[in-house]
């Protein structure tokens, strides 16, 4: 078990780990609302974590999340949507709702 990725939003990390997965590498979210650590660990510490579940992934995990960084950085920032199905407001980096799926309304 090796930690990939950590980021103060639990949305993304959910996000990272649907994209994981889609590349056929297993992983697990840690530290969901810091509740497994809660009284080792100062709250300010506890992120939301992605861990690979085989070390063989690895690197595959670790090189498809420096790309996804990358392409952020790369990305113009696009404004939050509101979700059409759900009503859940979603962050512009993300192309579908995290609630439900759904993917992202074409710009008007
Ligand atoms: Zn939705």
């Not at 996804?68 to 979700?83: I, S």
Request: charged share 25%; aromatic share 10%; with cysteine.
């Amino acid at each position: 078990m090796k930690k990939v990725y950590e980021n103060l939003e639990f949305a993304m990390v959910g996000h990272m780990k649907s994209l994981l997965e889609s590349q056929g590498i297993r992983c697990e979210i840690r530290n969901e609302g810091g509740v497994s650590v809660a009284g080792e660990v100062p709250f300010t510490q506890v992120y939301p974590e992605l861990w690979v579940l085989s070390n063989a992934d690895l690197e595959k995990a670790k090189a498809f999340v420096e790309d996804y960084r990358e392409k952020l950085r790369n990305q113009p920032v696009a404004a939050d949507w509101t979700c059409p199905a759900c009503g859940e407001l979603v962050e512009g980096q993300f192309s579908e709702c995290w609630n439900c799926g759904k993917p992202a309304p074409e710009p008007a």
